[in-house]
């Protein structure tokens, strides 16, 4: 197993969590600022630790990154220490075709660019991260005592949904005006919306974000490279906001899946 510390530009965070998700999957840790920097902490502290801490530098480049001052900086103490070291610690990665800043020249880059060939470029990145901790397969008796708390929990579920459900609305009820009635304009169109949008609706300067707005929006960054929207989440610091309203979301479609 390696652990990974993804230098990127917020531009670029739709890219940057697929992968830290993939790279998870496959046994890796990853460092990334969103979940490792808390409200308080040294932004350059934080990101120094990080970058002495961890087997690899992987530097997402696009158009955005190799602009960006905090990019170069992080590219700059990953690079010296690949200098100090001997060995390789710097991981060029491009989703934009960018010429690579000076240092990385020479060096073999994963190329992301065309997301039809993500998987192929995954695997390859995998393969340069090395073997990750293998999964020892389940027991006869494992495998049971699974089934049995899947069952459990199921009962349990089942039990409190009607509890849910008053919960959700009081929860509601103590939202403001503006997200109370864009949750329920949503809602009427999207029932299915509901159960996430009335416990983790919120707002943003003022706007009320849903499960459904943040779907569109994440959707146009991904298919445009950004949305001026992500700044704003980056601003006001919503982006955990976000993902316990994302995570919510893939819960309940996992959950809707299994009934």
């Known amino acids: 197993m390696s652990s990974i510390f993804l230098s990127h530009t917020s531009i670029d965070k739709p890219f940057v969590r697929k992968l830290a998700n993939d790279l998870r999957a496959n046994g890796h840790t990853v460092w990334i600022d969103e979940a490792e920097i808390n409200i308080g902490d040294s932004l350059i502290g ?8 961890v087997d690899y530098v992987a530097v997402v480049l696009s158009k955005a990154s190799v602009e960006s001052a905090w990019v170069q900086k992080e590219l700059e103490i990953a690079s010296n220490r690949e200098i100090k070291d001997k060995k390789k610690v710097v991981l060029p ?6 010429p690579l800043p000076g240092f990385l020249e020479g060096k073999l880059y ?6 039809s060939e993500y998987d192929e470029k995954l695997k390859l990145l995998l393969r340069a991260l090395g073997d990750s901790k293998t999964v020892a397969p389940k027991t006869d008796e494992e495998l049971q005592r699974i089934k049995e708390e899947l069952e459990l929990a199921k009962a349990a579920i089942k039990k409190h949904k009607s509890e849910f459900k008053k919960v959700t609305e009081y929860t509601l009820s103590t939202k403001s005006e503006a997200i109370q009635k864009r949750v329920a304009e949503e809602n ?6 509901a159960p996430i949008n009335n416990v983790y609706a919120f707002e943003v300067d003022d706007i009320p974000i849903t499960i459904g707005y943040l779907l569109h929006v994440l959707r146009k960054a991904s298919m445009k490279g950004g949305h001026q929207f992500e700044w704003i ?4 610091n919503k982006w955990d906001e976000a993902d316990r309203m994302i995570e919510a979301y893939a819960e309940m479609i996992n959950a809707k899946e299994t009934e």
Do not use: N, Q
Request: proline share 7%; no cysteine.
């Open 46 to 53: 934080k990101i120094r630790d990080g970058l002495d801490s």
């Open 188 to 193: 009427k169109s999207h029932p299915e919306y």
């Open 110 to 115: 994963a190329d992301f660019s065309k997301p």
């Open 233 to 236: 989440l980056t601003l006001y």
């Open 93 to 98: 990665i491009k989703i934009e075709d960018v």
